[in-house]
């Protein structure tokens, strides 16, 4: 496609103009207002947090009920959080007091979603300036106004694209570049989709992919932006502008399920997926509005099952099936493994992991390339027999932690 070089200047100026504004956050504030964090990436800017938890582990300052069932996480913005959850045949888009665990407000987001492993939906919501948007289980991906749940607009996925919803859900958090939201709808001929934040109309679709239950990640390569998914049966990368494809490979992905959001750094991407596939790092060469994508090594190290490792300094920690790993970022050297508390999901802040499991164990690990070292663990009650599977937040000095509709936050905030 042959594009002039002024309106490849003007576009990149809006996209690049709308992140900025789409991600400004208060200052002073470390907001954890999308999936993963800031920026998406599992770490939290808080510090101050204690770095050794008592015997009992950290003081619990309020236990909620009313989340409902999901294996949704939240995002925190203005004294709330924000989640998904399933009552009766629906889902809810559900805001709560961050201090007291109250319900604030809740919408009824469509039907919802059963499978054999857990019904509920599975994404975070992403909080935009005074709006919050937010994908469904069944595919309902809707707009609502942050301060009421009042709905702005909403489409169905499925309905609209021709999607098919994949097996275990659709598990998507959305992923706002400037004026668009970029999902994987998984239709025939619109499995990358943009749809416009302000009213939810269709900028364009393209590609044939299934979807897969990962995250999409932005990357920044000189003037040009990229957004990356990883599908279900490929990572490529898109031109935000018009869905054009950048970039693809498909040796990290495996024929079950693709869950773990792509790592980006500078100009490399690592990627990992479980069911004994493993993990690739590659490097993204651009200029102006090319890429291409170079594998700079693959390992089995790394098998990143429904939980991204986390890149702190050059070393990645995460979850290789259900052994914790410490692996260099450049080279895929391993550093060390340990089987910690078990397969689960994690977070970073204030030079600590805070270590998730699917039995409802929660640690404080160091992230250290020099072994493993745990400063203090609880046991949560399990009330709901199933995998606890959503992921950690770290925000106003709390630590968040759900199973399925029982929400628990705990002070590990330095006095």
Known sequence: MDVRSGAIAAAVSVVLSGLMSAQAQPAGVAEWFQWRGPDRDGISQETGLLQDWPKAGPP???????????????????????TLGARDNNEYVIALDRATGGKVWEYL??????????????????VDGDRLYALGGSGDLTCLEIATGKRIWSI?????????NPYWGYSESPLIVGDRILVNAGGPRASIV???????ATLWQNHADEAGYSSPMLMRTGSLNQVIFFTGSRTLAVDPRD?????????????????????????????????????????????????????????REMRNHHASSILVD????????????????????????????????????DRR????????????????????????RVTLAQQSGLSTWSHPIIT?????????????????KVK
Do not use: C
């Open 353 to 376: 992991l805070y270590l998730y499991s699917e039995n409802g164990v929660v640690a404080l690990a160091e992230a250290s390339p020099a072994g493993y070292r745990e400063h203090g």
């Open 194 to 200: 943009a749809i416009a934040k302000a009213d939810g």
């Open 156 to 164: 169905n996925l499925i309905q609209k694209f021709g999607g098919r």
């Open 314 to 349: 050059d070393h990645l920690y995460g979850f290789s099936s259900s052994i914790l790993t410490a692996l260099k970022f450049d080279t895929g050297v391993m550093a060390w493994r340990d089987r910690s508390v078990g397969k689960g999901s994690l977070a970073f802040a």
């Open 243 to 299: 869905g054009r494809l950048l970039w693809s490979h498909n040796k990290a992905a495996n024929g079950t399920a693709n869950i773990a959001t792509p790592i980006v750094r500078g100009t490399r991407v690592f990627l990992s997926s479980d069911y004994g596939t493993g993990a690739a790092l590659l490097d993204i060469r651009a200029a102006g509005a090319l890429a291409s994508a170079n594998e700079v090594y693959f390992t």
């Open 396 to 412: 106003g000095g709390l630590l968040i932690i759900r199973d399925q509709g029982n929400v628990y936050a705990y002070d590990v």
């Open 60 to 82: 619990l300052v309020w236990r909620s009920t009313g989340a409902g069932s999901g294996y949704s996480s939240f995002s925190s913005s203005g004294g709330r959080l924000y």
């Open 109 to 126: 987001n469509g039907r919802r979603y059963e499978n054999d492993r857990g019904d509920g939906p599975r994404s975070t919501p992403t």
